[in-house]
């Protein structure tokens, strides 16, 4: 449902979160919205027909990603990618590999695509990988955001920007322990095992927990948010030793209260969960959601314009600072990082839990992440 900072982030990180129809013929692919993503184009005196593109990629349509357009629309604003010839915009995919597969040929086609940044739905996929190998073949700029390519496939794409997934299921998972420290039962909940950014969360939560916990269930529910409601009863109805619920993808946490809520379960279950979607900060502030784990989708949609603009303009002094370790191992990743958001009031939950991560991981209150939010006119990360 993953992610550090460079001077712009340093002010921006606080942002944080997880539709698409496939074009099947040769037009040019839907790309974001004329009123977010693309607004710095539009504004422009130049004719925005004529702009070179960069383009992102996502997984699947979700609120998750309305702060990654906002921040891709600011850095079409704040280095003026019109005057410079270029565009930027999300292209929304429909949760398929084979719906990205198909976007991706399509953006081989087209001669204005100069920049492509994809949140892979599979990790492991071959087709997927070759697809983005091709586009890198023709001199196109390739990266991912998000969610990561499998090792194997990684010379395939320049760069990734986004959560160090594997730390936030550790994160996720001290706020676990912390929460319940007799341990218990629970389940993790996702949309697709075969993403990264969930195979990452999901193992970290597991090392996290330690041995006072015993996994029941890891439940996939193909991005169908009616399954995921349905995931979250059956692991109930099988499983009466059940006291942990686990929210992976940013939708997870609203099916999980819609269920616990239902049941009448509240105060057996702890719930904890990835992402803020704005209905999940409404179910914290009324007490269903203990800890949320919420990522910098704004930082990831801002950065990944950021390095294709640098990049294409020839900035070496930019992609330095952002990258000031490629070419070395793991010196082609972004952490866009992490919060703990806890309730306001009662949470068992403080800072001193999390120091072992470091300054990128930030513990701070429901009333103060709102207040964040507020300052960049969004209401879900």
Same mark, same amino acid.
């Given at each position: 449902?993953?992610?550090?900072?460079?001077v712009?982030?340093?002010?921006?990180?606080?942002?944080?979160?997880?539709?698409?129809?496939?074009?099947?013929?040769?037009?040019?692919?839907?790309?974001?919205?004329?009123s977010?993503?693309?607004?710095?184009?539009?504004?422009?005196?130049?004719?925005?027909?004529?702009l070179?593109?960069?383009?992102?990629?996502?997984?699947?349509?979700?609120?998750?990603?309305?702060a990654?357009?906002?921040?891709i629309?600011?850095?079409?604003?704040d280095?003026?990618?019109?005057?410079?010839?270029?565009?930027?915009?999300?292209?929304?995919?429909?949760?398929?590999?084979?719906?990205?597969?198909?976007?991706?040929?399509?953006?081989?086609? =087209?001669s204005?695509?100069v920049?492509v940044?994809?949140?892979?739905?599979?990790?492991?996929?071959?087709?997927?990988?070759?697809?983005?190998?091709k586009?890198?073949?023709?001199?196109i700029i390739?990266?991912?955001?998000?969610?990561?390519?499998?090792?194997?496939?990684?010379?395939?794409?320049?760069?990734?920007?986004?959560?160090?997934?594997?730390?936030?299921?550790?994160?996720?998972?001290?706020?676990?322990?912390?929460?319940?420290?007799?341990?218990?039962?629970?389940? =993790?909940f996702?949309?697709?095992?075969? =993403?990264?950014n969930?195979?990452?969360?999901?193992?970290?939560?597991?090392?996290?927990?330690?041995n006072?916990?015993?996994?029941?269930?890891?439940?996939t529910?193909?991005?169908?948010?009616?399954?995921?409601?349905?995931?979250?009863?059956?692991?109930?109805?099988q499983?009466?030793?059940?006291s942990?619920?686990?929210g992976?993808w940013?939708?997870?946490?609203p099916?999980?209260?819609?269920?616990?809520k239902e049941?009448k379960?509240?105060?057996?279950?702890?719930?904890?969960?990835f992402?803020?979607?704005?209905?999940?900060?409404?179910?914290?502030?009324?007490g269903?959601?203990?800890?949320?784990?919420? =990522?910098?989708?704004?930082?990831?949609g801002y950065?990944?314009?950021?390095y294709?603009?640098?990049?294409l303009?020839?900035?070496?002094?930019?992609?330095?600072?952002?990258?000031?370790n490629?070419?070395?191992?793991?010196?082609?990743?972004l952490?866009?990082?992490l919060k703990?958001?806890?309730?306001?009031n009662?949470?068992?939950?403080?800072?001193?839990?999390?120091?072992?991560?470091?300054?990128?991981?930030?513990?701070i209150?429901?009333?103060?992440? /709102?207040?964040?939010?507020? /300052?960049?006119?969004?209401?879900?990360?």
């Amino acid at each position: 449902m993953l992610r550090k900072p460079t001077v712009v982030l340093s002010v921006l990180a606080g942002l944080f979160l997880f539709a698409g129809c496939t074009n099947s013929d040769n037009k040019k692919p839907t790309v974001g919205d004329s009123s977010s993503s693309t607004s710095g184009a539009a504004d422009s005196t130049n004719n925005p027909s004529s702009l070179k593109r960069i383009v992102l990629l996502n997984n699947t349509d979700s609120p998750f990603w309305d702060a990654a357009r906002a921040g891709i629309s600011k850095a079409t604003k704040d280095f003026k990618l019109a005057e410079a010839g270029f565009s930027a915009g999300m292209d929304t995919n429909d949760g398929t590999d084979q719906g990205q597969i198909e976007k991706l040929r399509q953006y081989g086609t =087209q001669s204005d695509i100069v920049a492509v940044v994809i949140s892979p739905t599979s990790a492991s996929n071959p087709a997927v990988a070759d697809e983005l190998k091709k586009l890198k073949a023709k001199g196109i700029i390739v990266g991912c955001f998000d969610s990561d390519l499998d090792e194997k496939f990684r010379s395939n794409r320049e760069f990734y920007v986004g959560t160090d997934n594997e730390k936030g299921g550790k994160v996720l998972g001290t706020a676990a322990k912390n929460l319940k420290p007799v341990g218990g039962e629970y389940a =993790q909940f996702v949309g697709l095992d075969s =993403q990264l950014n969930a195979i990452q969360r999901m193992d970290g939560f597991t090392a996290a927990v330690g041995n006072k916990f015993k996994q029941i269930a890891r439940r996939t529910d193909d991005v169908d948010r009616q399954r995921a409601r349905d995931n979250v009863r059956q692991s109930i109805d099988q499983n009466p030793n059940l006291s942990i619920l686990v929210g992976i993808w940013s939708y997870n946490a609203p099916a999980i209260v819609d269920v616990v809520k239902e049941r009448k379960l509240r105060e057996k279950m702890t719930i904890v969960t990835f992402d803020a979607e704005q209905l999940a900060i409404q179910q914290m502030g009324d007490g269903m959601i203990d800890a949320m784990v919420v =990522q910098n989708p704004f930082g990831m949609g801002y950065e990944s314009v950021r390095y294709c603009l640098a990049k294409l303009k020839k900035d070496d002094k930019t992609v330095k600072e952002m990258f000031p370790n490629m070419g070395t191992p793991g010196g082609d990743i972004l952490d866009t990082g992490l919060k703990v958001v806890v309730p306001d009031n009662g949470s068992a939950l403080k800072p001193d839990m999390f120091s072992e991560f470091g300054a990128g991981v930030e513990f701070i209150s429901m009333s103060k992440f /709102q207040e964040w939010l507020k /300052q960049y006119g969004l209401t879900s990360s």
